[in-house]
């Protein structure tokens, strides 16, 4: 075993007979950042490993999605610390414009205030105060899920240096020619009062109605349909294909717009549709995407007809109303002038809504500033495509070239007062000044700073650089960029992982932010439901923490993570890996009290067990298996085989075997707790980065060492004698263990199916002759609580396994008589069941009609009725003739 040779062995402490997560977890992580486990060190020698957690809102507190990704990069950066990487795990959070402004709005509404009753400069003032009494409240539990951060370097994406970053970034990219301001076609919320990115916008399908309507007079007469009929007070054309004969004597001519004194003009354009409806679309090009870019074509007047709230503006009887008052006003004044042709109702449709309020998005024409991404975007792409960044799992490369190759300009401004705001000012001659950092802005009469802030997802973008000091040529720059890996889930591809792609590509001369994208799934509830706050399904992962311990909630996260996939979870799994440690707890508690050690090296092999030598190889086999699945990020799949390694084989099988060793002492009791210290050590280390405070605790009770956090990372158990390739390997003993295995589940089994109690002991007599089982012969009667064969043994069940023979004497045991009628019985019944399943899969008319599943559950039937004949008739085999 290889040590640490910076910790120091130290004698054995006893354990308490339980583990209460409580009073240990606690005190273990302060110890952990007293001592400076987790700061990285930027002039170390050791190859670096870096990640940055995805900046969680300040205004946050801890949730399930949350707590899953952070258990999965603290495991992956607590096993790279262990194996020799000099490790940065990043902490910050990000400022979250438009939900900490809510809550500040929020807090002035109560004292019968808005924030424009106390001006910018005062509200900004007092989000500040309210982030620093209120915001944060995450990273305390982050703390107590056990994160291993560096929290000497905790950021702040609003912090001075990642200001200047935003500054920086955004001077050089107005300087090139990718940051320009235009009106265009934009996601308006009138509930927040800003502009969203396209990515901000979740579409659900809701009832609605789609209304046709008569448009013109006489031989003049166009039929539009629409979903959002308010709208046509906006309407500046109608237009149709140009080579549809319906509508060529309109081309060109206008035609009256109802309910208006305005005409509007019939416009040809090759991108409607004419198999679509009736072939003629009203164009309102300041208020939906497709029609903004036909009245471009067309040099179209473009009328905003709604103020920032959805107000109705335009002057006449609707104006002053809610857009969907104004909607149902305009259907009645319609029908009351007959131009009401068809109304479908309900009309189910996909509609946008605000991810924040949920409020329906309005487009809306207005002047923002915009991102140009074609080469940005390009870079994105190309990276992936060239391999320098690698998507895990593969298969969500599509769903990011789907993204990337088709990303519209992204408007970056914020009609906000919380966060960066845009560092361009306006003279009074129509000037445009954008100033970068250390630069002084205009000054003078008329000069004045844009109002608008930067999208949220601007500085996040920044993420990977920003925080190691970029724009300046820092040591961590230069030490820990690139990242080594973004761990984060696959429904922010686009808000978050393009960006910092675009961002990083171009910010760091063609660098990378990180090597690998290792997505994941969200985390549902046990029924795959998704939870969320307005669900009764929702847990917070707190409570749960309180109840069972952060490492059980930690290993259920970490036993349901397959790379994309999504993660149900349930509190039944929180108990069952509460009592996964529990189970660890007490076998390393009686490895203890049986002088389990790591001291010096291994016995050779000859001097071992079969018990032992299976069990080493074993280990070297789950060693290799928790390496390969570690890199590859299956987290599931890792957990699953340390779990089973530890429960099954360790846990239940070796420990057990060698309580017959340990109570007859001697070199065998020596050598097997030489072997158990062994295992113990290795197992704890490959599970310490999923569970590491009951590792921590059991670690250094086992070895006496400072700090499983410090350890080395397991290798194979080295054999002196005995070495090979991928360390000592045994199959012969493995095939020997096996066999064992088989023997003494095949009499549980038995004992089972014939009622006895598990600790009922009874007389047997065991054939071993010509296998090589002899060696284990106290050890499996101690298992199976049998009894040698003595005088008057008379056997009554005979079971061959194995090449073995176990015969039992189960007089006075059982009832033979009445457990032969039972079976008796039950094979008539397995018999009759197979039959009526056999008879329905034999009849062809059934089979054409039957539902598939129908037909599947039959199948069932049929193969558990097979099973239950093979097993009852076995188990009336083994029973004693009368």
């Given at each position: 075993m290889t040590e640490n040779p910076a910790q120091q062995p130290a004698s054995n402490p006893e354990l308490p007979t339980q583990y209460t997560p409580a009073e240990v977890e606690g005190k273990l992580y302060e110890r952990w950042v007293e001592r400076g486990y987790f700061e990285a060190d930027a002039k170390s020698e050791k190859p670096p490993f870096t990640i940055v957690i995805p900046p969680p809102n300040v205004t946050g507190a801890l949730h399930l999605g949350h707590a899953f990704q952070v258990t999965l990069m603290d495991a992956l950066t607590r096993r790279k610390r262990m194996q020799g990487y000099e490790t940065l795990w990043l902490p910050g959070m990000d400022h979250a414009g438009i939900a900490t402004q809510n809550k500040v709005e929020q807090q002035l509404a109560e004292e019968g205030k808005s924030r424009h009753d106390i001006g910018r400069e005062a509200f900004v003032a007092k989000t500040w105060q309210w982030k620093e009494e209120y915001g944060g409240r995450i990273l305390g539990q982050l703390r107590r899920l056990g994160a291993g951060l560096d929290w000497s370097r905790e950021r702040f994406t609003m912090d001075e240096g990642l200001s200047e970053a935003v500054q920086t970034i955004f001077k050089n990219l107005y300087d090139d020619g990718l940051i320009y301001r235009a009106e265009r076609i934009i996601n308006w919320c009138p509930r927040c009062l800003t502009a969203i990115s396209d990515i901000e916008v979740d579409y659900q399908d809701d009832d609605g109605e789609l209304v046709s309507l008569k448009y013109g007079e006489g031989d003049e007469t166009v039929v539009v349909a629409t979903t959002r009929v308010e709208t046509m007070l906006g309407d500046t054309a109608v237009a149709v294909h140009p080579d549809d004969a319906r509508y060529a004597h309109l081309i060109g001519k206008r035609i009256k717009l109802p309910l208006t004194d305005r005409t509007i003009p019939v416009v040809a354009d090759a991108h409607v549709d004419p198999e679509f409806g009736t072939g003629a679309v009203k164009v309102t090009p300041a208020h939906d995407p497709n029609d903004f870019a036909i009245?471009?074509?067309?040099?179209?007047?473009?009328?905003?007809?709604?103020?920032?709230?959805?107000?109705?503006?335009?002057?006449?009887?609707f104006q002053g109303l809610d857009r969907f008052e104004a909607r149902s006003a305009i259907v009645e004044a319609m029908r009351d002038q007959g131009r009401v042709v068809s109304e479908k109702r309900p009309y189910t449709h996909a509609v946008g809504h605000c991810s924040r309020c949920k409020t329906t998005v309005e487009p809306r024409l207005s002047l923002q500033w915009w991102v140009k991404v074609e080469t940005l975007a390009k870079s994105a792409g190309d990276a992936v495509r060239d391999g320098r960044v690698a998507l895990h799992p593969k298969e969500m490369e599509k769903r990011y070239f789907d993204w990337v190759d088709n990303l519209n300009d992204w408007c970056i401004s914020r009609q906000l007062w919380w966060g960066h705001r845009i560092p361009v000012w306006y003279g009074p001659e129509g000037q445009v000044v954008c100033v970068g950092p250390g630069e002084e802005p205009p000054s003078g009469e008329g000069w004045t700073q844009d109002e608008d802030v930067l999208d949220t997802w601007f500085s996040s973008g920044l993420w990977p650089f920003s925080t190691l000091g970029w724009p300046e040529e820092t040591p961590d720059l230069a030490k820990f960029y690139p990242t080594d890996v973004l761990l984060t889930g696959h429904d922010i591809i686009f808000f978050w992982v393009v960006r910092m792609m675009m961002f990083g590509l171009y910010a760091m001369d063609g660098e990378v932010p990180f090597r690998t994208v290792a997505l994941t799934?969200?985390?549902?509830?046990?029924?795959?439901?998704?939870?969320s706050k307005s669900n009764p399904n929702a847990v917070d992962p707190i409570d749960w923490m309180d109840a069972y311990g952060s490492d059980a909630v930690r290993f259920t996260l970490a036993n349901g993570a397959n790379p994309g996939a999504d993660v149900p979870i349930g509190e039944d799994w929180v108990k069952?890996?509460?009592?996964?440690?529990?189970?660890?707890?007490?076998?390393?508690?009686?490895?203890?009290?049986?002088?389990?050690?790591?001291?010096?090296?291994?016995?050779?092999?000859?001097?071992?067990?079969?018990?032992?030598?299976?069990?080493l190889s074993r280990l070297n086999k789950v060693v290799a298996q928790a390496d390969a699945y570690y890199d590859d990020y299956q987290f599931a799949k890792l957990a699953d085989v340390l779990y089973h390694f530890a429960w099954d084989e360790v846990f239940d099988w070796y420990v057990e075997l060698s309580k017959t060793t340990f109570f007859a002492g001697g070199d065998g009791a020596r050598v097997s707790a030489r072997v158990l210290g062994e295992v113990l050590d290795k197992l704890l280390r490959l599970l310490h980065p999923i569970v590491p405070f009951v590792t921590e605790t059991l670690w250094t009770a086992l070895t006496g060492r400072e700090s499983i956090v410090i350890a080395d990372w397991p290798k194979a158990a080295v054999v002196p004698g005995a070495d090979a390739p991928g360390g000592f390997r045994d199959d012969a003993a493995e095939r020997e263990i096996e066999l064992v295995q088989q023997v003494v589940t095949e009499v549980r089994r038995f004992r089972s199916d014939q009622g006895l109690q598990p600790g009922q002991k009874v007389p047997a007599e065991l054939t071993l002759t010509g296998t090589p089982l002899a060696p284990h012969e106290t050890a499996m009667r101690q298992l199976l609580r049998l009894q040698p064969a003595g005088d008057g043994f008379h056997a009554t069940a005979s079971l061959p396994v194995a090449g073995a023979t176990v015969a039992l004497d189960l007089s006075g045991t059982i009832d033979v008589a009445a457990e032969r009628k039972r079976l008796t019985k039950d094979l008539e019944a397995a018999r009759k069941e197979k039959a009526q399943a056999t008879g329905k899969l034999g009849n062809e008319a059934f089979l054409a009609k039957a539902p598939d599943n129908v037909v599947d559950k039959i199948r069932g039937r049929l193969a558990k009725a097979e099973a239950d004949i093979e097993r009852i008739s076995g188990q009336l085999a083994a029973l004693p003739q009368a």
């Open positions: 009245g471009q074509r067309h040099g179209l007047e473009m009328l905003t007809i709604m103020d920032e709230r959805a107000i109705i503006t335009v002057p006449g009887p799934g969200l985390v549902r509830d046990e029924f795959g439901k998704k939870m069952a890996s509460r009592n996964f440690a529990n189970k660890i707890w007490n076998a390393t508690r009686f490895a203890l009290m049986n002088g389990a050690t790591v001291q010096g090296e291994l016995p050779s092999a000859e001097e071992m067990s079969a018990a032992d030598r299976w069990i």
